[in-house]
């Protein structure tokens, strides 16, 4: 991997929104890793490590929760800065997200895709 590099690992079940998100970033020159659930983005960990994840809560087989608990056990992965993008709107979602390490939180509904290409720049 080139130092100058910028890796985002985009974990989102929504094969619409995942696309989205991947050309968007791919825009802005990002390599971009696509994981439809929590298993795969853990799979896609063991050879490459992001930049930034962004990161879908309501997935199948592993949801954003257990996906960051995973990633939590690891000292190095759990540096890298996360980046919650869920329709999830409760503020015990938010608040247990934020505990869990997530560096920000946004209402995918809410927020215009620039706006979240914004918060990944951010933690670049």
Known sequence: MQENSKVVLVVE????LANAYRIKCQNEDFEVLVASDGNE???????KTPNVILLDL???????????????KDPELKKIPILITSNLEQEEDVKKAMSMGAKD?????DT???????KIRQYL
Do not use: T
């Not at 079940?13 to 619409?16: A, G, H, V």
């Not at 309501?58 to 939590?72: L, Q, T």
């Not at 939180?105 to 509904?109: D, H, Q, T």
């Open 41 to 47: 983005a853990l799979r896609i960990l063991e050879e």
């Open 13 to 16: 079940n929504d094969k619409f």
């Open 105 to 109: 939180y946004v209402i995918k509904s």
């Open 112 to 118: 215009p895709l620039e706006e979240i290409l914004e």
């Open 58 to 72: 309501v997935m199948p087989n592993k949801d954003g929760f257990e996906f960051m608990a995973e990633v939590n």
